[in-house]
């Protein structure tokens, strides 16, 4: 003969709770905390990513700058002798236009005449 085996301890409670809707709250909060996490996941990827193209874009002027600079000078140390009368005139006037405006812009390495323009600084990986 076969004794009946008692109901597991808790079973009935577990079924008072859902009766009276108090699984249901835990589950609202515990989805409520999933769905939180989420969205901060979210913000701080979508803050890494800004971060990441502030850098970028800093980097590209940096090398803009960089590179304007290397052409200035490269035109400044043309020998104007060897070229024909007209080309002569074209990069002279270059020259004269380079020279114009570095006379006009504050450098930052005369402190008398630093009128706060923009000089880029090289850029600095913080990833």
Do not use: C
């Amino acid at each position: 003969m076969v004794m009946p085996t008692p109901r597991p301890l808790g079973r009935d409670k577990q079924k008072d709770e859902k009766k009276k809707g108090k699984g249901v709250e835990s589950y609202l909060n515990q989805s409520g905390k999933f769905l939180f996490e989420l969205i901060q996941q979210g913000n701080e990827a979508k803050e890494d990513r800004r971060r990441k193209l502030e850098l970028l874009q800093e980097q590209h002027a940096y090398q803009i700058q960089q590179d304007k600079e290397a052409n200035e000078q490269r035109i400044m140390s043309m020998h104007l002798s060897k070229f024909t009368p007209r080309k002569k005139k074209y990069w002279g006037n270059k020259q004269d236009e380079i020279i114009e405006a570095q006379m006009n812009t504050s450098s930052p390495y005369n402190p008398k005449d630093n009128s706060g323009d923009y000089y880029p600084s090289p850029p600095h990986s913080g990833y």
